[in-house]
């Protein structure tokens, strides 16, 4: 019913910021709630931030909280990852998904290919 599609990974300093976006395209985009998640190599997939339908309710990680904002906008069925002060360990491809609201990946039904985000010591 949905497919989703990653964009905006790079390189960056750390210190510096950047911003993935992720477009939907199918049924009912603003019916689910949106997360985003990320996996470095060798390491099981980390949970960072959802947002709920209306984008009235969001959850962090705690190691990513007060530096991430998670938003979506409706009307052009794409969430956004902004990421701030970035660090080395921050390093990880990002995957978008969307589901119902939760930490944990059984809650999301499709997913992102995923972009890579490099931060640079």
């Known amino acids: 019913q949905v497919q989703l599609v990653e964009s905006g990974g790079g390189l960056v300093q750390a210190g510096g910021s950047l911003r993935l976006s992720c477009a939907a395209s199918g049924r009912s985009f603003s019916s689910y709630a949106m997360g985003w998640f990320r996996q470095a190599p060798g390491k099981e997939r980390e949970f960072v931030a959802v947002?709920?339908?209306?984008?009235?309710?969001?959850t962090y990680a705690d190691s990513v909280k007060g530096r991430f904002t998670i938003s979506r906008d409706n009307a052009k069925g794409t969430v956004y990852l902004q990421m701030n002060s970035l660090k080395p360990e921050d390093t990880a491809v990002y995957y978008c998904?969307?589901?119902?609201?939760?930490?944990?990946?059984?809650?999301?039904?499709?997913w992102g290919q995923g972009t890579q985000v490099t931060v640079s010591s």
């Open positions: 998904a969307a589901g119902t609201y939760g930490r944990r990946p059984a809650h999301y039904d499709y």
């Open positions: 947002i709920s339908w209306s984008g009235g309710t969001t």
